[in-house]
T-cell receptor
Framework: KQEVTQIPAALSVPEGENLVLNCSFT??????LQWFRQDPGKGLTSLLL?????REQTSGRLNASLDKSSGRSTLYIAASQPGDSATYLC??????????FGKGNQVVVIP | NAGVMQNPRHLVRRRGQEARLRCSPM?????VYWYRQLPEEGLKFMVY????????ESGMPKERFSAEFPKEGPSILRIQQVVRGDSAAYFC?????????????FGPGTRLTVT
């Protein structure tokens, strides 16, 4: 069974602190992995896509790493801002474009 | 370039009625995916469609649920004889093609409430 676990489930940090969000998945045979953010009552916004052959991907203050063999991905957000408050979702693609989702990391950045 | 459009945004149905959820993919995208998010649960894959074809429906409940993506018009997710357990947020996503390089872009979702 392909399961995705995100730890911690929830965290609060003061503004300016770096965020580290962890994702683990049980089946390492993935094609790629996407990170999304979801605001309350809203849809998902794609943040980063990492191909299975890549080790990391960067976009602005965001950096995502991928260790496919150990089934882990980490999202780093540098110098957090209140606008970063959201739920962050990790979604590996196991083929045929089926994304599997965890329950997310719920982040609150305190001004 | 407009994003993925879904309507209605909110839908209330009584038990036993039918629900029709519509999704218009991003311009130039020919692949559509439907996901369901139950309360306090993560998103679950339901079905993957291309124009006039169902590619993968392994996540669809066997009864009452169907999906289509006709040659013209939006993709439709249809739920017949809704029950309270169908109350959830239904998200549609699209991509330009199948393959490892392509991100899926999500719509704002349709929140279905069954009373």
């Amino acid at each position: 069974k392909q399961e995705v676990t995100q730890i911690p489930a929830a965290l609060s940090v003061p503004e300016g602190e770096n965020l580290v969000l962890n994702c683990s998945f049980t089946d390492s045979a993935i094609y790629n992995l996407q990170w999304f953010r979801q605001d309350p009552g809203k849809g998902l916004t794609s943040l980063l896509l990492i191909q299975s052959s890549q080790r990391e991907q960067t976009s602005g203050r965001l950096n995502a790493s991928l260790d496919k063999s150990s089934g882990r991905s980490t999202l780093y957000i540098a110098a957090s801002q209140p606008g970063d408050s959201a739920t962050y979702l990790c979604a590996p693609d196991y083929g045929n474009n089926r994304l599997a989702f965890g329950k997310g990391n719920q982040v609150v950045v305190i001004p | 370039n407009a994003g993925v459009m879904q309507n209605p945004r909110h839908l209330v149905r009584r038990r036993g009625q039918e629900a029709r959820l519509r999704c218009s993919p991003m311009k130039g995208h020919s692949h559509v995916y439907w996901y369901r998010q139950l309360p306090e649960e993560g998103l679950k894959f339901m079905v993957y469609l291309q124009k006039e074809n169902i590619i993968d429906e392994s996540g669809m409940p066997k009864e009452r649920f169907s999906a289509e993506f006709p040659k013209e018009g939006p993709s439709i997710l249809r739920i017949q004889q809704v029950v309270r357990g169908d109350s959830a947020a239904y998200f549609c996503a699209s991509s330009p093609a199948e393959g490892i390089r392509y991100e899926q872009y999500f719509g704002p979702g349709t929140r279905l409430t069954v009373t």
